[in-house]
């Protein structure tokens, strides 16, 4: 392994962090797990390019080494790996967003209301397939991390997206 | 009434199976009857528009997290990394001599030698009876992905995947057409002769690196060889191992779903490894992605996409309107149907089109989209008999009858909040008048008509590309009204103005996209104007003529048209 690696790992490290790091808060952690999980994630890749392996995509590869890392976190602590109710509703509730642009603020206000309203009411295992395709992988990638056939992640997220369509269209 | 495996109690696929028809992921005949269906049905193309409004959703939902952001600490983790390339140099061979002589206990010591010879009665039994069954199995497999690729080409499709071939620090990235007939491949001037004879010992076929075929020929030519075949989720890998000679093993990996080879690698001796993976791929219809006119051979396939037709070429008229929906697509997908205004226009074996960018990103965009797509060409400007006359406004000095500028900011309570308020008044209009606009210029392009004449395919993706286009202007129109109506409302109930009745807002029925979309554009505009000249400070220059009143009603009777009209889910897809 040499330098040239460990720089180039530095700067997807640098490329990747901010989004690594909102995708976790996102889904549960807290910043302090967030930032080990990225780090523990990044030399994983490291030590597994040095190793003559290579990576397609960085970040979908880090993605799957983090989610598998966070189970292994969790199921130290719990039985089961999932976000549950409580957990989820939290989060979400804790969850600010942005302000709106000046002057439409309460119509812009009430809509990103209604759809946080939306996003909490889905069960916690939809909303983490909708972040994890959100990040841009395909179903059947989401299926492999989470152990499951491509059609039960498909009829979860299209029921979440049906849900959140919908509401746009009463809106 | 017997219902498919596919359908609902209604007869349409259930909501999944449009997923996955949207995410590309269905395969098969599975892929083929949701696409006709989709094709032809409305209520599944809204619900599939509605999956993607669901999403997207949900993305704006993500983006608007407010959540802290740390920065990176790039530096100390860089020393991180440097460290702990120091360490694993010789740590791991440590800790495993010490986990040896961990085993101090009989217990774990028993332990150990149960285990060891275990593993000793497993690598016996796939020694002595594992590799012929192996060997049979990997057999079967090729086989399989022989019929499934015969299959694709006797269906006149196209398997297209865009594939990496690395070497040492050579890297090479291409896209491969398999299919019945291909294009002669040029030479790379990346490979060497040393690459060249490493590719021809493994049976690696430049034009086709990928190729299952070539893969069993070079396992058959192997004297001595054992299989062993893996099965992971989403594929099956098959690794030839070699006794002798210069490579020592060679894998192929093939998609469970179809049998798709997607990644090969060559192990050699002493030199360093061959890999080849699949980055993506796609399906699409032999014609509609190569000419039949282009320089064809038969082999089995092509490292560099199809190169345009020398222009004496002939092509086809579905071609060429296949080519004008690529081009449509392509700058609906970053936006610049809207915003740079194309106007695109056919000649015998060509499709033109001339753009107005917004900025020079936006013309690097659009002239890398349409470089992508065979006989397209752009035109510095655009033929006269295409030159549109802009709608006439009523601008210029004016005076209103009262003046709603005070009015607005005795409502809004400052200049500031005024100014904002038009400002964004004005961002918000011209955006639904460009989407509407580009609509209407669809519509007029691809009447009813003329979509009925078009094959299945293209008549679905203009439908989509129109379903697009109308769920943003529907979205689009129903924030703009909605920020418009409390300050429109409030100004209507101070002037006691009620929205007159209008012939013109009965609209009888459903209406088609295109019907919808002509009669949404003036409205869009009028509006527009109408509400820029209630609003902007009062002029005292002649004419003046226009009145408050007429203005007020005329806004209104524009804004009850949109909520009545294109926002009701009815008027979508109407006849097509």
């Not at chain 2, 918000?428 to 003329?450: C, F, H, I, M, N």
Request: hydrophobic share 40%; net charge negative.
């Amino acid at each position: 392994m040499d330098e040239q690696l460990a720089a180039y790992v530095s700067g997807l490290y640098e490329e990747h962090y901010g989004r690594l790091f909102r995708h976790l808060m996102l889904s549960g952690s807290t910043a302090a797990e967030a930032d080990d999980l990225i780090q523990e994630g990044f030399l994983r890749l490291f030590r597994h390019l040095g190793s003559g392996r290579q990576v397609d995509n960085p970040q979908w590869w880090l993605l799957r080494v983090m989610h598998n890392l966070r189970i292994d976190e969790i199921r130290k602590r719990k039985r089961e790996f999932a976000l549950d109710r409580p957990e989820f509703e939290c989060l979400i509730a804790q969850l600010h967003t942005k302000d709106p642009d000046a002057e439409e603020q309460i119509i812009a206000r009430e809509q990103q209301a209604r759809i946080k309203t939306a996003v909490g009411k889905l069960a916690p295992r939809q909303y983490q397939y909708l972040l994890l395709r959100a990040e841009g992988l395909k179903l059947r990638e989401i299926a492999e991390m989470f152990r499951v056939t491509v059609q039960t992640v498909s009829e979860s997220c299209a029921k979440a997206m049906l849900e959140l369509g919908r509401l746009t269209d009463e809106s | 009434m017997n219902r498919k495996p596919w359908q609902d109690r209604d007869g349409h696929p259930p909501a999944d199976l449009l997923l996955l028809h949207l995410e590309d992921e269905l395969e098969g005949r599975a892929a083929d009857t949701v696409r006709q269906h989709v094709n032809q049905c409305a209520a599944c193309l809204l619900a599939c528009e509605q999956l993607e409004r669901g999403m997207s959703r949900f993305i704006a939902f993500r983006d608007s997290a407010v959540l802290p952001t740390p920065a990176p600490r790039t530096t100390a983790f860089h020393e991180r990394l440097l460290r702990t390339d120091a360490e694993s140099s010789f740590i791991p061979a440590i800790t495993r001599l010490r986990g040896l002589f961990r085993l101090n206990s009989p217990r774990r010591l028993a332990f150990a030698f149960g285990g060891a010879f275990l593993c000793l009665v497993v690598w016996l039994s796939i020694f002595f009876l594992g590799t012929p069954r192996q060997s049979v199995y990997a057999s079967q497999i090729l086989d399989d992905a022989r019929s499934a690729s015969d299959s694709l080409i006797a269906h006149s499709k196209v398997l297209n995947q865009k594939i990496r071939l690395r070497r040492g620090n050579l890297v090479i990235e291409r896209s491969v057409h398999h299919g019945r007939r291909t294009v002669v491949q040029a030479q790379d001037s990346n490979i060497d002769s040393q690459l060249q004879q490493a590719l021809d010992l493994a049976h690696i076929n430049l034009n086709d690196p990928l190729n299952s075929n070539d893969f069993a020929d070079w396992r058959t030519e192997q004297r001595e060889h054992t299989d062993s075949v893996k099965e992971t989720a989403l594929g099956v890998t098959i690794t030839t191992r070699v006794a002798g000679g210069a490579i020592t093993e060679g894998s192929l990996t093939l998609s469970r779903a179809g049998w798709r080879p997607i990644a090969r690698s060559v192990e050699f001796r002493g030199e360093a490894p061959i890999e080849i993976s699949e980055l993506g791929y796609d399906i699409s219809d032999w014609p509609s992605l190569m000419p039949e006119s282009a320089t064809l051979a038969a082999a089995p396939g092509s490292l560099t996409p199809p190169n345009p037709p020398a222009a004496a070429a002939e092509v086809s008229t579905a071609e060429l309107e296949a080519t004008e929906l690529d081009l449509r697509e392509a700058l609906h997908s970053i936006g610049a149907d809207v915003s740079a205004a194309p106007v695109i226009w056919r000649s015998e074996r060509t499709v033109f089109f001339h753009a107005v960018a917004e900025n020079p990103r936006q013309e690097e965009a659009i002239r890398d989209a349409a470089n992508r797509i065979p006989h397209v060409k752009e035109a510095d400007k655009q033929p006269a008999r295409l030159l549109e006359t802009p709608p006439a406004q009523t601008w210029g000095p004016y005076k209103t009858t009262p003046p709603l500028a005070d009015a607005l900011a005795a409502k809004l309570g400052s200049g500031r909040a005024v100014r904002s308020f038009l400002d964004s008044f004005r961002v918000r209009s011209s955006r639904v008048v460009a989407e509407a606009t580009a609509l209407d210029q669809l519509g007029k392009r691809y009447p009813v008509d003329e979509i009925k004449k078009l094959p299945p395919d293209l008549r679905f993706r203009v439908n989509r590309l129109a379903t697009n286009m109308l769920s943003s202007l529907q979205h689009d129109s129903a924030d703009y009204v909605k920020s418009l109506s409390p300050t429109l409302d409030g100004m209507a109930h101070d002037l006691n103005i009620t929205a007159p009745v209008d012939d013109n807002n009965k609209v009888p029925g459903c209406l088609t996209w295109q019907e919808n979309a002509a009669l949404a554009a003036p409205q869009l505009r009028n509006l527009a104007n109408n509400v820029s000249l209630l609003f902007v400070p009062n002029q005292t220059d002649t004419p003046a003529a226009l009145s408050a009143d007429k203005l007020v009603a005329e806004s209104l009777r524009a804004k009850s048209f949109l909520e009545l009209h294109l926002m009701s889910t009815c008027q979508l897809f109407g006849a097509n």
